[in-house]
């Protein structure tokens, strides 16, 4: 029945699917992204060294986003990322998917995603702009973990080339968003431009090993009912 919702419905629909599952609070087994397949440390290699010139101007760039923002990038980068962010784009596909099938697919690779990042964050320990220099005030509460790369961005970036992937009609629209969303971790002052520029290289590599599972495709198959 929920196949069959019309768009009127899609509040609900929203409602529906959006919940939090438990999927997302489980250590997900390494189904869609293998261990070590991107070769996430040899893609990205390591963050300027502080203190460097190059370091400087990315301190530079953190201050002068700062300085110009305005109250709509703040809100923009006050909003979570997930599913949800992307949903309105999607919405007249979502009604004919499975979409609680989706949420759960995505909670999962998001899981498997996140844990191989951490690892990078954890090699590097680069030290958040906030951090870094007193004259940074971050928007929201970030949390103090390692500033490179950015979790953010490269979850943006497997969200819109996931979601490009199952409804590429729409593909320009969920990858302008992906790339605003990373970006926005500098305006917001929790991220330097290189931690974004590596996290988008990181999303891509990681979306393109998933779409080539197959699990993905069974899951794929499932998500869009062309049984």
Do not use: C
């Not at 370091?55 to 599913?83: C, D, G, S």
């Not at 499975?98 to 899981?111: H, M």
């Amino acid at each position: 029945m929920f196949k069959r919702l019309r768009l009127s419905a899609f509040a609900f629909l929203l409602v529906f699917i959006l919940a939090p599952s438990a999927i997302a609070e489980q250590n997900v087994a390494r189904i869609y992204l293998p261990m070590n397949v991107a070769e996430s440390e040899k893609l990205i290699g390591p963050p300027p060294v502080p203190d460097s010139e190059e370091h400087r101007t990315q301190m530079a760039i953190v201050l002068w986003l700062q300085k110009t923002r305005t109250p709509q990038q703040v809100a923009f980068v006050e909003k979570p990322l997930n599913l949800e962010r992307f949903a309105p784009l999607i919405s007249t596909e979502l009604v004919d998917a499975d979409g609680r099938l989706l949420k759960t697919t995505l909670d999962a690779i998001i899981n498997e995603v996140r844990a191989d990042y951490d690892a990078l964050k954890a090699i590097y320990g680069e030290p958040r702009p906030f951090q870094a220099d007193q004259r940074v005030h971050p928007v929201g509460n970030p949390r103090p973990v390692a500033s490179y790369p950015s979790g953010h961005a490269t979850r943006a970036m497997v969200y819109g080339k996931i979601l490009s992937d199952l409804f590429p009609k729409h593909t320009d629209d969920l990858m302008a968003l992906a790339v605003e969303i990373g970006y926005g971790r500098v305006i917001a002052g929790v991220h330097y431009p290189d931690d974004v520029v590596a996290g988008q290289k990181l999303g891509a590599a990681y979306a393109k090993t998933i779409l080539a599972q197959p699990t993905y495709a069974e899951a794929k198959r499932k998500i869009l009912g062309s049984d």
